[in-house]
Each structure stands twice: as structure tokens, then as C-alpha cells.
């Protein structure tokens, strides 16, 4: 074989690797926003049955945090100044992206209606498209921005947003400071050169967040109020144990493991993108679990996100050469 031919056949291999590698990367954003967008339906149930947010929250991230725990540790194992090594990176993760974003959202809905707030919050995927810009020259062409402005107005619509909302500072100020933990959990969590394995991250971020939780509950910055009657969970009564388990298993453990290994393998601005549809499957499952049947605005404004998405992933294929490394060498893929 000749060295043309080598050099052109190993572009083609380095050129499908890189395909599998997005398209599992894809795969795996898609079912931490799944995932994530849970979180509604079980936190709903256990917020009527007379919980606060913050003790829904706090037991969200800590049961997460425990359920994790073994695998972590296996993980970790003849590995631990692995740990120590990213300890910063992962207590930034923990207080900001974990611990902080939420209890900067749960600030804002005190003073904003949900929707405004949400809305704002996800402001967090221009962030990462400037962050992008500003730390890594990645200077983003017309197709990222009109997919910008796409996914940002379709979330709009999928909030049904009527206009009639009354904004009140204070409120848009937390709500922004939620935005930035949003956009530095997409940031932190894609950097494929991080050796710490996706589920150690996630563990060791969940029990700094969860300690951060309890520790503003215990100080009365957050209210932690829990009932452990039965609850009403779509139409039926059952246990309190039932939305703790879903919010810690699916809200948690495998959204921010979903969520960690996707974003390394597609880089932060991609990964934030399709982050997007957690609202869209929000939407889905409160429809078909509290019946609350999505309004025609809404599918217009899924349609608008997913075209959104669609345009930014067709300008990450353009050019391939700039995306960021591969977590792992070519040869490992299979691995």
C-alpha cells in the first residue's frame, strides 16, 4: 500500500471514528435531557404532598450522590489521586453547576413566574456559544447564530410565554445567575481531557453540591420541609419513597452521568444545544403522566428547536478539524 494510500485510508478511519463517537455523544445528551426532564413530574408530586423545593432538591442530589456511590468507588479504585488531582474542577461542578444553579433558580421563582424563569435560565446556551468565542477563538458563523436565535425563541414558545408576566429585577438577577451555573455545567462537564471517569465526576460533584445544600438548609437560607405521607402520583397514591427514588435515580445519578459523558464526546456549545429539549420532554411527560396536553404554540416551538439544533449540529460537520480532542485515542474507542 502506498503512502497515499495509507494516509487516506486512516483519514477515512479517523473520519468514522469521529462519526460514532458524535453519534453516541448525541445519544447520550439526549437521554440526560430525558432524563433531567423528570424531574418536574416527581418534584411536583412531592411539593403538593407539602415538601419545600430546597428539601426536594437536596434529596434529588444527595440520593443521586448515594445511589452512585459503589460504582464510583469502583472506579476510583488504585485511583484516587485521580480525584485529588481534579478537585478543584470538581468543586467548581459541585457548588456552581450542581448546588448553585439550582438554588439560584429556586431564588428566581420566588420572584418570577416559572416559565420566565426557565426561560432566562436557558439564556445559558448563548453563554457557552461566547465562552466558546471569547476563551477558545471557536467564532461562531452564521448557521450557529441563526440556530441560536431559533432554539432560544422556540423555547419561548414552548414556555406558551403570554407577554402578561410581571419581571421583577431581583428575579431576573437570579435567574441569570442560574443561566451562568447552566452554561458552566455544559463547559466543565465537556472537558474530554478530564481523566476523572464520567460517574466519579458525577458522584464527587453531587456529594460537594449535596453537602453545599445542606449545609444553606441548615442555616435557613433555603426552607427544608418534608412530609413522608403518601403522595398523588399520576392519579394514584403511592409512597413518598416513589418521586424520591425517580428524582435521585433518573433526575440524578443517570442525568448527570448521561450528561457528563455526552458533553465530553461532543464538546460544550453542541451538548448545550440539545440540552435544549428537556423542556420538550418535560412537556411530553407531564402531558402524558399529570395530562396536561401541550397547547399547538408549544409544538411550534419544539419544531423551532429542534431545528435550532439542527442547523448548529450541520455547522459543527462543516468542519471537523475544529472540534475539540477525543476523550480517548482512536484505538481505545472500542474500549
Partial sequence: MSVVDFDSYRMEGVSVARASLAGSGVALVLLSAATFGTSGI??????DSGWSAGAAVAARVCGGALLLTIPALWQLRRRWSTLRGSLRL???????????????????VEHLSIGVALLIEYLCVLMVVGWMWLRHHHRPRPMTIVGSALSVGGLGFVLDLTGRQHIDPVGVLWALAGAVGCAVYYVLSARSEEPLPAIAMSW????????????????GAVPMTASFHQVSFASHQTSW??????????????????GVSGARRLGPKLSSFLGLTEVLFAVVFAWLVLGQLPAGIQLVGGALIVTGVTLVRIDELKEPDEAEPLETPLPALAA
Wanted: proline share 2%; with cysteine; net charge neutral.
Fill in 204 to 219: 464527587a460533584a453531587m456529594v460537594i453540591g449535596g453537602l453545599v445544600l445542606v449545609i444553606f438548609g441548615a442555616a
Fill in 90 to 108: 470538581v468543586t467548581v461542578y459541585g457548588v456552581i453547576a450542581v448546588a448553585g444553579c439550582q438554588l439560584c433558580f429556586f431564588n428566581a
Fill in 241 to 258: 419513597l416513589v418521586p424520591i427514588v425517580g428524582l435521585a435515580l433518573l433526575a440524578s445519578a443517570l442525568a448527570y452521568v448521561f
Fill in 42 to 47: 416527581f418534584a411536583t408530586s412531592l411539593i
